[in-house]
């Protein structure tokens, strides 16, 4: 047990150390997000001779599920690992190690939205990298609300609008860009319905759609300037759905 106790923390302190993870190049990104994982070591680290009893064997899991992370192994690999393959969806969450995946699958997608975050991703790119593109107008919406990686999408627009409005509360300037080029109205109507629901501030939502005095991007339009805003649209449908929502829903 000593030397299971050594191990976890020597791996601890590798995972910890930013400099044992060399940056990644960007990748294609598949159409599930737990998918997404591009692989940089093709095994997690073997050690061989430990005689593991059933709590170690635990421990052990879940420092290969952290390894698994860091090093952004694919989903179908961590299957493989934990002998999930091939499973139904019944028996895969009736095997035993089903949990060390459900927490892999959870958070490789936390991993995945801190990355665009920190990345200053876009809206309309994550849209685009969740495959959501397919659609382009707004009565297409029926077609992907439902789905898995429309909710992914909802999570990071959520996840987005909050960075956004904090750093504005803390008076700095967002870094990020509020509306891509090229932004389909799908995913400006989606972004808006989003951003109603939530009751964002009117002023901060002028500011996520890009309705911002030319060279004062945290200066919200007003009057006739905000009304002959190429996006105005948009504006509208934020306040009318905004004033439909019930506080606290």
């Given at each position: 047990m000593r030397y299971i106790e050594t191990l976890v923390l020597t791996l601890i302190v590798v995972l910890a150390s930013s400099s044992a993870f060399p940056a990644l190049p960007d990748l294609p990104f598949s159409s599930h997000p737990a998918q997404r994982r591009s692989l940089r070591a093709s095994t997690a680290p073997k050690v061989e001779g430990i005689n593991e009893n059933s709590a170690e064997r635990g421990l052990w899991k879940h420092i290969k599920v952290r390894w698994w992370l860091e090093s952004e192994a694919p989903d179908a690999y961590v299957k493989k690992m934990l002998k999930l393959n091939g499973l139904d969806n019944a028996a895969l969450k009736a095997h035993k190690n089903y949990k060390y995946y459900a927490y892999f699958a959870r958070k490789s997608e936390d991993y995945l939205l801190n990355?665009?975050?920190?990345?200053?991703?876009?809206?309309?790119?994550?849209?685009?990298?969740?495959?959501?593109?397919?659609?382009?107008?707004?009565?297409?919406?029926?077609?992907?609300?439902?789905?898995?990686?429309?909710?992914?999408?909802?999570?990071?627009?959520?996840?987005?609008?909050?960075?956004?409005?904090?750093?504005?509360?803390?008076?700095?300037?967002?870094?990020?860009?509020?509306?891509?080029?090229?932004?389909?109205?799908?995913?400006?109507?989606?972004?808006?319905?989003?951003?109603?629901?939530?009751?964002?501030?009117?002023?901060?939502?002028?500011?996520?759609?890009?309705?911002?005095?030319?060279?004062?991007?945290?200066?919200?339009?007003?009057?006739?300037?905000?009304?002959?805003?190429?996006?105005?649209?948009?504006?509208?449908?934020?306040?009318?759905?905004?004033?439909?929502?019930?506080?606290?829903?």
């Open positions: 990355k665009w975050l920190r990345t200053d991703i876009t809206t309309f790119d994550a849209w685009k990298n969740l495959k959501l593109d397919r659609i382009t107008h707004r009565n297409q919406l029926n077609q992907v609300e439902n789905t898995e990686n429309f909710r992914v999408y909802s999570r990071y627009v959520k996840q987005f609008n909050a960075n956004v409005a904090s750093t504005l509360d803390a008076g700095y300037t967002p870094r990020a860009v509020m509306v891509a080029r090229g932004s389909s109205d799908a995913e400006m109507t989606a972004r808006t319905l989003i951003m109603a629901k939530a009751g964002i501030d009117d002023k901060v939502a002028k500011v996520l759609l890009g309705m911002t005095v030319p060279g004062h991007p945290t200066i919200p339009l007003r009057g006739n300037d905000l009304m002959k805003h190429v996006d105005y649209k948009f504006f509208t449908l934020f306040l009318e759905k905004k004033a439909k929502v019930t506080p606290g829903k």
